[in-house]
């Protein structure tokens, strides 16, 4: 059952991170502007995660 839920979460975080990266370059941005928009990405995401669980 633990096994379903990692496979479920990482699952669902390696879609984000595809969705994010075709998102960013649909917006043109650099490879440089592409990584730090992905870190603000990630970041609003986690914050997002904790906020709903706090």
Known sequence: ?????ADDILGFIR???????EFLQ????S???MTSAYLDFQ??????IL???S
């Open 1 to 5: 059952m633990l096994s379903t839920h």
């Open 15 to 21: 879609e984000f991170e595809i969705s994010s990266r």
């Open 26 to 29: 649909s917006k043109g941005l």
């Open 31 to 33: 490879e440089y502007e």
């Open 43 to 48: 970041w609003k995401f986690l914050r997002t």
């Open 51 to 53: 906020q709903q669980h």
